[in-house]
């Protein structure tokens, strides 16, 4: 009897050895991919920071080319009255 129970001990210490391997690599798994995420998002975040400023020096340049702005309503010419 008491070397069923030693035989099932010993199994069990087994398969709970075996979990924690396999928990430690899902743990590193799960690490490695998280850093990689982590590091794509960081080169998102620049190149839609360059984007934002390309499209801000784009409007700049397009004012400076246009004149103002101007609001609806606010032009003199009779034309434009109709």
């Known amino acids: 009897m008491r070397a069923a129970l030693a035989r099932e001990a010993e199994a069990g210490q087994k398969l709970v050895a075996q979990g924690r391997a396999q928990l430690q690599r899902y743990r590193q798994d799960t690490g490695i991919q998280l850093l990689?995420?982590?590091?794509?998002?960081?080169?998102?975040?620049?190149?839609?920071?360059?984007?934002?400023?390309?499209?801000?020096?784009?409007?700049?340049?397009?004012?400076?080319?246009?004149?103002?702005?101007?609001?609806?309503?606010?032009?003199?010419?009779p034309r434009d009255a109709a």
């Open 36 to 77: 990689g995420t982590r590091n794509e998002l960081a080169r998102l975040h620049a190149r839609l920071e360059v984007a934002r400023q390309d499209v801000l020096q784009w409007v700049r340049g397009m004012e400076g080319a246009q004149g103002p702005p101007r609001q609806k309503g606010s032009s003199t010419d």
